[in-house]
């Protein structure tokens, strides 16, 4: 080969050094990306340990998908101020994709944990449990209100937590007042809510107490029977009814074989 081929990489050994195959560097060399240091009369090629240094300025670009048109004319002109804006702006999209999915990792995590609780839940069971004051997104009040008013505020309350990027996937739940628990209309919701973390000074917010809640279950449309059981556990309890029931999906129907097999855990608030 010679002394002065010594500091030089063949084809095949270049593109093992970047991790590529011999045919990527064959099309870069074609659309003038980056040729061999040497090119013999023999057709052997040869790159310096130099363009390595090229080699991962380019695959850093085209990480960031910079077309290789682009990354040519960077190459070319050479011109810093050039790269920094190229930087700058894939810098801002890569911040933007890491936000979107950890939004999508934290949906992942909740449809995950509501999937281990429904697996390790007894559904036929009523429970004491003390739960944490926890935040919901809540849509207007309901209450009394056309069964019609829900195809509006349900779009209205989805459309507002995806606009702005609060949905952490919980499902919609219902809020149900104590004086409709007493009458037993189970389906006059007075809000409709989802959970959340984050803060929006555009909406309402409903704090679930800390304190003790009576916790039942109920299998698709069984909701008076799922009532009774828990209002009976309550008073052999010696407990009273308190200001609200919180509804929500553990199994919605799209986990469940059809809406009669959905899961929803209904959360009584009770007092002594």
Do not use: W
């Amino acid at each position: 080969m010679g002394k002065e081929l010594e500091k030089y990489f063949t084809t095949g050994e270049f593109a093992n050094l970047c991790g590529v195959k011999k045919q990527t560097l064959f099309h870069y060399d074609e659309i003038g990306l980056l040729s061999p240091a040497i090119k013999k009369d023999n057709g052997y090629r040869y790159y310096s340990y130099h363009q390595f240094e090229v080699f991962q300025v380019i695959a850093l670009f085209k990480e960031f998908g910079v077309s290789l048109k682009e990354i040519k004319t960077l190459l070319t002109n050479k011109d810093p101020r050039a790269t920094m804006i190229v930087l700058k702006e894939k810098a801002m999209e890569i911040e933007d994709k890491i936000k979107k999915l950890s939004r999508l990792q934290s949906v992942i995590h909740t449809r995950l944990a509501l999937a281990e609780q429904a697996a390790e839940s007894d559904f036929s069971s009523v429970s004491l449990q003390n739960l944490e004051e926890e935040k919901f997104m809540i849509s207007e009040n309901i209450l009394d209100e056309a069964e019609q008013k829900y195809t509006t505020v349900i779009p209205d309350l989805i459309n507002y937590l995806h606009l702005h990027k609060l949905d952490q996937g919980h499902p919609i739940g219902a809020l149900l007042a104590k004086e409709q628990i007493q009458k037993k209309e189970f389906y006059n919701y007075k809000y409709l809510y989802i959970k959340t973390k984050q803060s929006s000074k555009h909406v309402n917010y409903h704090i679930r107490p800390r304190g003790l809640y009576a916790v039942g279950y109920q299998k698709g449309d069984e909701t008076e029977n799922a009532y009774t059981r828990i209002i009976q556990f309550i008073t052999d309890n010696g407990l009273k009814i308190g200001e609200y029931a919180y509804e929500e999906y553990i199994i919605e129907e799209a986990m469940a074989d059809g809406i009669e097999n959905s899961i929803t855990r209904i959360q009584l608030h009770v007092k002594s």
